[in-house]
């Protein structure tokens, strides 16, 4: 009776449906999460992660998640932005008439990518998605400085830019 208790069981892992405009944002994510599950150790097969174009069907029972526009990107070009926005508007239509129910991830992809895999953990606690929050493509490297740091013209902070500097290098001969 305790061997059954104490037996790891297989979970599967809900299909998950990506819809973006662009579309690309949705294809390289879901490509993305693909790659990252390989990484994992698991099979491709092994789970679905879909973005579809619209008027493409997808498996019942996927959760669906639509990745809202940053508004940082609209605000460069406000006909793009519009297109962009209309064509949001018509997946979130689609799924009101479909009775679909969709969560909605705003920010970066690097936001974005963090909170479809906290979704994901609240959604299907049972699985496992600890291979999500390992690998996030979009996530800045540490070892990457903040862009402008050297054109802030605060002193303070070049002065501690020069400190960090290696203090490794020789000094001068004269």
């Known amino acids: 009776m305790l061997a059954f208790l104490l ?3 297989h979970v ?10 662009p579309h690309a944002l949705a294809r390289s994510m879901a490509h ?23 008027g493409d069907a997808w498996p019942a029972g996927a959760l669906v998640y639509l990745l809202g526009q940053d508004w940082r990107e609209s605000s460069e070009n406000p ?3 519009e297109a962009l926005a209309r064509q949001l508007s018509d997946w979130r239509r689609q799924l009101h008439a ?12 690097a936001a974005q990518w963090q909170q479809l895999a906290d979704s994901l953990k609240s959604m299907a606690p049972d699985a496992d998605w600890a291979w999500i929050s390992a690998q996030n493509p979009w996530k800045p490297s540490t070892r990457m400085r903040r862009p402008g740091c050297e ?7 070049e002065r501690r830019l020069f400190e960090s500097l290696p203090l490794s290098r020789s000094a001068p001969s004269p």
């Not at 993305?32 to 619209?54: E, K, N, S, T, V």
């Open 79 to 81: 006909a793009a932005g």
């Open 98 to 109: 479909q009775g679909q129910a969709y969560v909605v991830l705003y920010g970066t992809p």
């Open 7 to 9: 037996k790891p069981m």
């Open 151 to 157: 054109q802030c013209s605060d002193p303070d902070c």
């Open 32 to 54: 993305a999460l693909l790659q990252a599950r390989q990484a994992h150790g698991a099979q491709a097969r092994d789970w679905q992660c879909l973005a579809p174009q619209p």
């Open 12 to 21: 599967t892992l809900p299909a998950v449906v990506l819809l973006a405009a």
